[in-house]
Each structure stands twice: as structure tokens, then as C-alpha cells.
């Protein structure tokens, strides 16, 4: 009895040290569990806070962009409004500058009526006529010439003095001190 006495001292003994090892095993892994389980709190708690400022970021930037909309909205309406009333603006200073082009019109064949000078085209310095140099105003600033000397000024000629038979949409009017932009249309036959 004495041998398995002996074997079940031993049996014992050997649990013994196995489920000292074991408790050691066990109580250092759950120490590293724990810690770690308290590390990964302590990270969710940090990314649970950053998604927190995250969403309030995102809640502001969508405030943000409606108010920047309504405001490029605003914006865009005072635009059309703009230029509505530039548009009319534009018409009202067309229908001033006829109606002092029609005066400056008026107050040049007046001035010149009746006289040598009036009756004579300051370009080429020849007396109208009713063939072709028809006395002509330009209404875009009211000086006149013969209607030959303005139909000129639209064709280009070759420096070797034969017709190129193109026609340029504007010129310059002839009188040095003005040199006022026109096309043929703003040509108006006087008499």
C-alpha cells in the first residue's frame, strides 16, 4: 500500500504543481485580457468621441452649404435683376443718343442750309448732287459728306488701285477730329 500511497502522493503533488501552474497561467493571461480589454475601451471611447465631432462637423458643413446655396441664390436673382435694368438702362441711353444724333442732325443740315459751304462735301470738296453724291449725314455723329466719299470708306482697295471687291462692316468718319465708328446703315440720305 505503501506504492500507491507513494503514486498517489506523487499524482497529487504533480496536480498540485499543474494547477499552481495553471492558476498562474490564467491569472497572468487575464491580467493581459483585462489590460487589453481596457485598452480597447479606452479606444472605442477615443474613435466614439472623434465620430461625435465628426457628425457635428458634418451637421455644421450641411448648415453651411444650404445657407452658401440660398445665399448663391440671392445672389444669382440681384444678377438677373442686374441686368434687366442694365438692359433697360442700355435701351434708354439707345433712344437718347437717336434722338440727339436726330437733333445734331437737325441743327447740321440747319446750320449749313443755305449756304456754299453747306452745299458742298468737306471730303472730297465737291458740290452735291442728285446722282451720286447725295448730300449724307453719318447718325452716329452727325457730320456730313457726299454719299459717294462715305460708300467708299466701306471698300478695300489694293495698294495698286484696282478694286478688291470686299466690303469691311465698319469705318471711321472722315472729319479728323472725330473718326466716330459707323456702319452703312447709320448713312441716311439728306436730300
Known amino acids: 500500500m505503501s506504492d500507491v500511497s507513494n503514486i498517489i502522493k506523487s499524482a497529487k503533488e504533480n496536480l498540485e504543481r499543474q494547477f499552481e501552474t495553471f492558476h498562474s497561467d490564467f491569472s497572468r493571461t487575464t491580467g493581459v485580457l483585462r489590460s ?4 480597447l475601451t479606452d479606444k472605442n471611447t477615443s474613435l466614439t468621441s472623434q465620430q461625435s465631432e465628426i457628425d457635428e462637423n458634418v451637421v455644421k458643413l450641411v448648415t453651411k452649404i444650404s445657407t452658401l446655396k440660398r445665399q448663391k441664390e440671392n445672389l444669382q436673382k440681384s444678377i438677373d435683376e442686374n441686368n434687366e ?9 439707345d433712344n437718347f443718343e437717336r434722338k440727339f444724333t436726330n437733333l445734331s442732325i437737325n441743327h447740321s443740315v440747319l446750320s449749313g442750309a443755305g449756304t456754299a459751304e453747306g452745299n458742298i462735301c468737306k471730303k ?3 458740290p452735291y448732287d442728285q446722282i451720286e453724291r447725295f448730300h449724307s449725314v453719318i447718325t452716329t455723329c452727325g457730320h456730313q459728306f457726299c454719299q459717294k466719299c462715305l460708300k467708299q470708306l466701306f ?3 489694293n495698294p495698286f488701285n484696282f478694286p478688291i471687291n470686299q466690303e469691311i462692316s465698319e469705318a471711321s468718319c472722315p472729319n479728323p477730329t472725330c473718326n466716330r465708328s459707323f456702319a452703312q446703315a447709320n448713312i441716311i440720305k439728306l436730300n
Request: proline share 0%.
Open 36 to 39: 487589453k480589454i481596457q485598452e
Open 85 to 93: 435694368e442694365l438692359a433697360d438702362l442700355k435701351k434708354e441711353l
Open 124 to 126: 472730297c470738296v465737291l
Open 155 to 157: 471698300t478695300l482697295n
